[in-house]
């Protein structure tokens, strides 16, 4: 954690004066922590910087339906995190970025030459250190997004608010892995059994959501949706996975509550087991968090 936060405040050090007043396209390629650090970059410029227009996408919706369709400004950036297997899609969307007019930023696993060349003398090309690349990008997007944020909406009371704690992961790390202790050692139970598992998360905690996905599936099958989503299987279906977790913060307690109440109601007899990791912090740090505690899980299931 020390070194995964140390290396992104140099990296952000370095990249963020590259996003000043520029419109700004996050794309990912990877259904894992590329998606993950995607959104919580993006979250973060949406909520501290409603003024700076931001948007995210799959890499390849950028590259062939977004970027070429667009009215071209002289600041258009596009913000890529990039899983391994995405390499020669990050080519595609270099392409694209270069003949629409956008700069082109990307976090990246070691790039075969090839496509290193490829990218072109424009594009700023970061490696994420290997081991655990998801913590190092979950841990930059945020205090990339938290940065691009606080240059365009520095007098932000939340952003005053959140400038002590964003990066500073590691000094609540202990608490966190020991406060959820029981939620990963139950999963981690359900997971070896082989059992379905549905993970329904709430808008903001969809990294998280991703980064248990990619997990878990190496153990059970595995399915992942929004909360919403999640209703409409119960009404639709009337049966849900025997396990069921839900990832949630504060702010979209009504939603989760609607789905626990309604599957009470429709399921009397065959409930599910429910597993719920609940974050009480701000929600733009609360997806960090809880992935944080989801790569905990990965440790337990080796």
Do not use: C
Not at 122 to 132: D, I, L, M, Y
């Amino acid at each position: 954690m020390r070194a995964a936060e140390s290396w992104s405040r140099r990296v952000v050090d370095e990249v963020a004066r590259l996003l000043e007043g520029s419109r700004i396209f996050s794309a990912y390629a990877g259904y894992s922590y590329g998606e993950a650090a995607a959104y919580t970059f993006y979250w973060f410029v949406r909520v501290l910087a409603p003024k700076l227009r931001s948007s995210v996408h799959p890499l390849e919706d950028l590259t062939y339906h977004v970027l070429a369709y667009r009215e071209p400004e002289e600041r258009d950036v596009v913000v890529a995190f990039v899983e391994e297997g995405g390499e020669n899609n990050l080519a595609r969307l270099a392409d694209a970025a270069k003949h629409t007019g956008a700069r082109l930023v990307a976090f990246t696993p070691p790039l075969p030459p090839v496509i290193e060349a490829r990218l072109g003398e424009n594009a700023v090309v970061v490696e994420v250190p290997s081991g655990r690349p998801s913590v190092y990008a979950l841990v930059l997007a945020s205090l990339l997004g938290f940065a691009v944020a606080r240059n365009h909406s520095p007098d932000s009371e939340r952003v005053k608010r959140l400038s002590s704690e964003v990066g500073d992961y590691l000094s609540v790390f202990s608490e966190l892995r020991s406060r959820y202790e029981g939620f990963v050692a139950d999963l981690a139970e359900e997971l070896r059994s082989g059992k379905q598992v549905l993970v329904a998360y709430t808008t903001t905690m969809r990294p998280a959501a991703a980064l248990l996905e990619s997990i878990a599936s190496r153990h059970a099958p595995v399915l992942r949706e929004p909360v919403s989503a999640a209703l409409s299987r119960l009404v639709k279906q009337r049966a849900l996975p025997p396990v069921l977790v839900l990832l949630k913060t504060d702010v979209e307690e009504d939603m989760v509550r609607e789905l626990k109440f309604k599957t009470s109601m429709l399921l009397p007899s065959r409930q599910p087991r429910l597993l719920e990791l609940h974050i009480k912090t701000d929600p733009l740090t609360a997806p960090v968090y809880a992935s944080l505690v989801v790569e905990t899980l990965r440790d337990r299931l080796k």
